[in-house]
């Protein structure tokens, strides 16, 4: 069920993912996104919801009601120097074990590996906007042979901080918005 691998190596080969059916609906109302990625990223969505919001808030902006007697408090996922500077594997390595020293609790007894892989790459989406997002995409429509040089495999993208992988490039960072994105 996780789409995520077949649709980068599909869009880094120059070629249209094809899944059948039209755009579906997520489950939080806002029909954002397509229908590529919604099964991972509306379940990671909807891990969201169920087991970080509250400490998070709904959006991500460290500011739900169980996170404010915490110290220190809740990360803000849309801290952009923070944003650039996690790789997906910290995000899912800090979703597995916690953090020791602060409120943020292991979740691998409570959920499943890929359940936290959908979790992580939704958070990991959180702080990017839907503009640098679809800037991203655009890019790689165009310049297909710099984004296979900025990310050369799947591994560069999961353990690789956006940081890192674009050099602090602007046009580097819309790419890998839209890539964490989808």
């Given at each position: 069920?996780?789409?995520?691998?077949l649709v980068f190596?599909?869009?880094?080969?120059g070629r249209t993912?094809?899944?059948?059916?039209?755009?579906?609906?997520?489950?939080?109302?806002?029909?954002?996104?397509?229908?590529?990625?919604?099964?991972?990223?509306?379940?990671?969505?909807?891990?969201?919801?169920?087991?970080?919001?509250s400490c998070h808030?709904?959006?991500?902006?460290?500011?739900?009601?169980?996170?404010?007697?915490?110290?220190?408090?809740?990360?803000?996922?849309?801290?952009?120097?923070?944003?650039?500077?996690?790789?997906?594997?910290?995000?899912?390595?800090?979703?597995?074990?916690?953090?020791?020293?602060?409120?943020?609790?292991?979740?691998?007894?409570?959920?499943?590996?890929?359940?936290?892989?959908?979790?992580?790459?939704?958070?990991?989406?959180?702080?990017?906007?839907?503009?640098?997002?679809?800037?991203?995409?655009?890019?790689?429509?165009?310049?297909?042979?710099?984004?296979?040089?900025?990310?050369?495999?799947?591994?560069?993208?999961?353990?690789?901080?956006?940081?890192?992988?674009?050099?602090?490039?602007?046009?580097?960072?819309?790419?890998?918005?839209?890539?964490?994105?989808?």
């Amino acid at each position: 069920h996780n789409l995520f691998p077949l649709v980068f190596e599909a869009l880094l080969d120059g070629r249209t993912p094809r899944i059948n059916g039209d755009d579906y609906p997520t489950p939080d109302g806002t029909n954002v996104g397509d229908y590529l990625h919604v099964a991972d990223l509306a379940r990671g969505r909807a891990l969201y919801d169920a087991s970080c919001a509250s400490c998070h808030g709904a959006t991500g902006l460290g500011d739900g009601a169980a996170g404010k007697s915490l110290d220190p408090p809740p990360r803000n996922f849309h801290e952009r120097d923070r944003l650039l500077a996690l790789s997906p594997f910290a995000l899912f390595s800090t979703i597995t074990y916690g953090l020791d020293g602060t409120g943020m609790q292991a979740f691998a007894q409570q959920l499943d590996e890929a359940s936290r892989w959908d979790l992580t790459y939704y958070v990991g989406a959180l702080g990017f906007g839907q503009d640098e997002i679809a800037r991203g995409k655009a890019l790689l429509d165009t310049q297909r042979d710099a984004a296979i040089a900025r990310v050369p495999n799947l591994a560069a993208l999961t353990d690789r901080s956006v940081a890192e992988l674009s050099g602090g490039d602007a046009d580097g960072e819309a790419l890998l918005a839209f890539l964490r994105a989808h």
